[in-house]
Structure formats: structure tokens, C-alpha cells
């Protein structure tokens, strides 16, 4: 003998669709709850997704003019999230050193080329998570997404140092590439893009003052 159960399931499942639609069983609060949980997950894959191939359509050819604008406002973005997952991450101001002296000693096209190469080697070192947005020929701005630690920050700055002294090899002229970093945490050094840019660029000019090819973090 069928119980009440199948009798409702055998019921509910010769209707047509929009009847089913209307007569569906009511679910408990902890299924809906989970079920809010899931379709929160899948829209913020969605939303991480789409904000990847944002990035990759406005950083897949170099820009001469940089388009602070937009990496803030992607910025602003992975903020909430992080916000909402109490994670972490990190703001890097990288600039190259002495750039100036390469387009005055070997000229603008090879200096443009070498601020071509820094932009490839950076995009290749990311993740997909994070960003890369160049505010001129010679300054870029990264965002490295989970980091929790002063020394997880450390770690990536002094490995980013070491993947661009790779373009010593690349330069057929004697040109000595190097870059300074300056880091700039989240939550810790602020919550808004502004203020993670701004405390990112005092860090770089302390490393620049102590001579360059390095990384800072001000604390």
C-alpha cells in the first residue's frame, strides 16, 4: 500500500509543468537556506568569471594611457568579496627603476618594448584571480588575492623581483632591468581603493629611496 508521501509524488508528477510549478511541495527554512546558499555561489562564480574576462579584454594588447578608473572599480569589487569571506589580499605598486635613463640611453622604442615585456611577464605570473593594470609605460598596479600574511605578501613581491630580472636575458643591449614594489594589505592598511593605492605608492617611493630593486611595506 502506497503511503501519503508517494501517493503526492505520483500526483505531483503527472501535472503539466506550471502546475507543478503552483503545487510544488513547500520545503523546510534549512532547504531553502541551503538552496539561497547555492544560487549566492553560482551568481558570485558568474560575477568572478565575467570580471575575468573584463580584465583579459582590457589588458590583452598594451595601453599607452593608463586606466586607473577602471582597475579601481575592479578593485572596489574584489573588496566587498573579500569583505563578505573575511579573507585577504594585496595592493602592488611596481615600478621600474631608472626608466628614464633606458628611453634617454637606448630610446623610446626600446624603452617601449621592455614596458611590453614587464606587462607580458607580469600577466603570466598572476593567477586568473588577480589583476594587473598598467598606469603608464613604466608603473603597474597588482592585486593578489588571498593573502593573509605579511609573509605570503613578501613571498610573492620577492618572487615577482626575481621573474623580472629574466628580462636582463631577453635585452640584446647591456640594459639592466630591475623594479621596485611597494605593498599595501587589505584589511589592514584600509578598506577603500583609494587608500590601498595611495599607502601601495608611499611604500614603493621608501623602497625607491633606499636604491631601488626591492620591495617595501610600510607598517
Given amino acids: ?12 508528477s503527472v501535472l503539466p509543468l506550471d502546475k507543478q510549478i503552483l503545487v510544488a511541495p513547500r520545503r523546510s ?5 541551503q538552496a539561497l546558499k547555492r544560487a549566492e555561489n553560482l ?3 558568474v560575477l ?12 590583452s594588447h598594451h595601453v599607452d594611457t593608463p586606466d586607473k578608473q577602471q582597475v579601481i572599480q575592479q578593485m572596489q569589487f574584489i573588496i566587498k568579496q573579500a569583505q563578505r569571506h573575511s579573507s585577504g589580499f594585496a595592493i602592488m605598486h611596481l615600478q621600474l627603476d631608472h626608466f628614464k635613463h633606458i628611453q634617454d640611453s637606448c630610446g623610446a622604442p626600446v624603452a617601449k618594448q621592455i614596458s611590453e615585456l614587464t606587462l607580458h611577464h607580469l600577466r603570466t605570473f598572476v ?3 588577480d589583476l594587473v593594470g598598467q598606469q603608464s609605460e613604466d608603473q603597474f598596479l597588482l592585486l593578489i588575492t588571498d593573502v593573509s600574511r605579511i609573509y605570503d605578501a613578501a613571498l610573492v613581491a620577492e618572487k615577482l623581483l626575481q621573474r623580472l630580472t629574466l628580462l636582463n ?3 640584446i643591449q647591456p640594459i639592466v632591468i630591475a ?9 589592514e592598511d584600509g578598506n ?28
Fill in 1 to 12: 500500500m502506497q503511503n501519503k508521501h508517494q501517493v503526492v509524488s505520483h500526483i505531483y
Fill in 29 to 33: 527554512y534549512s532547504e531553502l537556506q
Fill in 43 to 45: 551568481a558570485e562564480r
Fill in 48 to 59: 568572478t568569471e565575467l570580471l575575468v574576462l573584463k580584465q583579459n579584454q582590457q589588458f
Fill in 127 to 129: 593567477r586568473d584571480c
Fill in 169 to 171: 636575458e631577453l635585452c
Fill in 179 to 187: 623594479c621596485s614594489i611597494g605593498i599595501s594589505r587589505f584589511p
Fill in 192 to 219: 577603500d581603493a583609494f587608500l590601498l593605492i595611495e599607502k601601495a605608492t608611499a611604500a614603493l617611493q621608501h623602497a625607491q629611496r633606499r636604491g631601488g630593486a626591492q620591495f617595501s611595506l610600510l607598517r
